[in-house]
């Protein structure tokens, strides 16, 4: 399993940005894994944000973030990000960064992520 550390969130202004990253321990087990940020604001459920695969070259961005947030990742660095422009209030949550080891250079909603970071909560006021 890898280690998974999120930082970068915070308290910002509607229309704001924030970027999060996601640095993971593991060269060999990043570079071979897909990545996801997902989010979870209070009282519901957690919400598949954003993906991306091994090479990068496959991403997923939900309906509620496209055109906002994009992920990204640096494989030199072992770290994914994820940046968040033109915040909304709605987009309030804790947010998780996580790790599915696969051969497969894809991702989607049905990927089953099995490595998990702590979370990092991300505030934007309105």
């Known amino acids: 399993q890898v280690q998974l550390v999120e930082s970068g969130g915070g308290l910002v202004q509607a229309g704001g940005s924030l970027r999060l990253s996601c640095a993971a321990s593991?060269?060999?087990?990043?570079?071979?894994?897909?990545m996801g940020w997902f989010r979870q604001p209070p009282g519901k459920e957690r919400e598949f944000v954003a993906g991306?695969?091994?090479?990068?070259?496959?991403?997923y961005h939900a309906d509620s973030v496209k055109g906002r947030f994009t992920i990204s990742r640096d494989n030199a660095k072992n770290t994914v990000y994820l940046q968040m422009n033109s915040l909304k209030p709605e987009d309030t949550a804790v947010y998780y960064c996580a790790a599915r080891f696969t051969l497969s250079d894809s991702v989607d909603p049905l990927t089953s992520f099995d490595s998990w970071g702590q979370g990092t909560q991300v505030t934007v006021s309105s």
């Open positions: 593991g060269r060999a087990f990043f570079s071979s894994s897909a």
């Open positions: 991306i695969s091994r090479s990068g070259r496959s991403l």
